[in-house]
């Protein structure tokens, strides 16, 4: 079946250091989202992409970037973490024109 | 800053109650809405989606949207305690193409 995927589920992670998370649809979705989540601020919109080499910074985007070479992966990466961006993160997927997302088990960062 | 504002709650009704949770939005071009169900720990859940103005019935589930009044609820039928889970409200903005601006959620409480 189908489906999207996130790893790692967990990580802990220090100050500084560079974090990748990665995202993963077997869909064959064009457009792909990151989202945080965090208590008091419901899900916000980080980074997305309609199509391969396409990127586009959502609300949130300072401290966070990512690239898309192919269909399937979207990453996502801190550049230079901050205990600020510990959260959880949600990747999500849609079919072209399609404002359907679909979404990723998530990925619970901490940094300490 | 486009802004979809629901009320946090949490909202409490007993098993087999009719549960109402309502949301409204800034952006008075949004064309698209969705409620998402999201369980404690885990990623959020499309469970509706509508359109146009009026009522869109699915099971349990009835969407209500209301442009004029840049408002949109879900009404949960013959509530069940499986039901207990916060409800997010999306809306698309312009600006974002097919990306969604989220509420925060209602956690939803349902007692048997």
């Known amino acids: 079946d189908a489906e999207i995927t996130q790893s790692p589920r967990h990580k802990i992670t220090e100050t500084g250091r560079q974090v990748t998370l990665a995202c993963h649809q077997t869909w064959n979705h064009n457009n792909m989202f990151w989202y945080r989540q965090d208590l008091g601020h419901g899900l916000r919109l980080i980074h997305y992409?309609?199509?391969?080499?396409?990127?586009n910074k959502g609300e949130v985007s300072d401290g966070y970037s990512v690239s898309r070479s192919n269909t399937e992966d979207l990453p996502l990466t801190l550049e230079s973490a901050a205990s600020s961006q510990t959260s959880v993160y949600f990747c999500?997927?849609?079919?072209?024109?399609?404002?359907?997302?679909?979404f990723g088990p998530g990925t619970r960062l901490t940094v300490t | 800053q486009k802004e979809v504002e629901q009320n946090s709650g949490p909202l409490s009704v007993p098993e087999g109650a009719i549960a109402s949770l309502n949301c409204t939005y800034s952006?008075?071009?949004?064309?698209?809405f969705f409620w998402y169900r999201q369980y404690s720990g885990k990623s959020p859940e499309l469970i509706m989606s509508?359109?146009?103005?009026g009522d869109k019935e699915d099971g349990r589930f009835t969407a209500q949207l209301n442009k004029a009044s840049q408002y949109v609820s879900l009404l949960i039928r013959d509530s069940q305690p499986s039901d207990s889970a916060t409800y997010l409200c999306?809306?698309?903005?312009?600006?974002?193409?097919?990306?969604?601006?989220f509420g925060k959620g209602t956690t939803l409480s349902v007692s048997s």
């Open positions: 509508i359109y146009s103005n």
């Open positions: 952006d008075r071009v949004s064309q698209s």
């Open positions: 999306a809306v698309t903005v312009l600006q974002a193409g097919t990306a969604l601006i």
């Open positions: 992409s309609y199509g391969v080499h396409d990127t």
């Open positions: 999500a997927s849609s079919e072209s024109y399609s404002h359907e997302q679909y």
